[in-house]
Every structure is written in structure tokens, then in C-alpha cells.
């Protein structure tokens, strides 16, 4: 796994090694093509990035401060049906813990 210039993991590509994982289910493709992943079960995803990172404290509202660092830059939340960010999805409601990938983005 990739690690920044001071020697320690990096979240984004974490996320992509659990979505490309087929032993875990915790976080999901939705729409693999056009970036679209869901953190089915976000706990479960924040525990092992803490085991990753060596934190067994990690809790989601934590790692989601990390998760917010990429928003804009690399991920956007995807929000109500084809209301926000040009997405088109078939839930009508917000779907929490899903993200779209930007475009160019090194996930």
C-alpha cells in the first residue's frame, strides 16, 4: 500500500484496496465505472484503518475528518437522485457513506 513521504498509510488508497477486496463487504462499488462506492458498513471500515494505521482508537467520526480532507479534491458525496453533482442513482433519498470519485483522481 502506498504511504506519504513520512512513512504512513494513505486513506484513499486503503479505501481502494477494501472496494477491489472480494473477502470484504464493508465498503461496495455501486457504479465501479463511473466511481461510485458506498461504506456499507463505515465502523467496520474505520476499525481497519485503524488497525492499518496502528490506532486501535480509530472510530468512523475520525476517519470521516480524514474522508473530508479529499472532498472537492478527490471524492464528492453523493447526495439525492441527479440533484447534486450531475450523479444519476436509483435511491430517491441521501445515501450516507457513499462517494464518487473525481475524474483524474490516482485512487
Not at 78 to 93: A, F, H, I
Request: proline share 7%.
Amino acid at each position: 500500500m502506498p504511504e506519504s513521504p513520512t512513512g504512513k498509510s494513505l486513506l484513499l488508497p486503503f479505501l481502494r484496496g477494501l472496494l477491489d477486496d472480494v473477502n470484504q463487504n464493508c465498503a461496495v462499488w455501486i457504479d465501479k465505472p463511473n466511481g461510485i462506492f458506498k461504506l456499507v458498513d463505515p465502523h467496520r471500515v474505520a476499525k481497519l484503518w485503524g488497525v492499518e494505521t496502528g490506532n486501535p482508537k480509530m472510530n468512523y467520526d475520525k476517519m470521516s475528518r480524514g474522508l473530508r480532507d479529499h472532498y472537492n479534491k478527490n471524492l464528492k458525496k453523493v447526495s439525492e437522485k441527479g440533484t447534486k453533482n450531475g450523479l444519476k442513482t436509483d435511491q430517491k433519498r441521501l445515501m450516507p457513506f457513499s462517494f464518487r470519485v473525481n475524474k483524474g483522481c490516482q485512487f
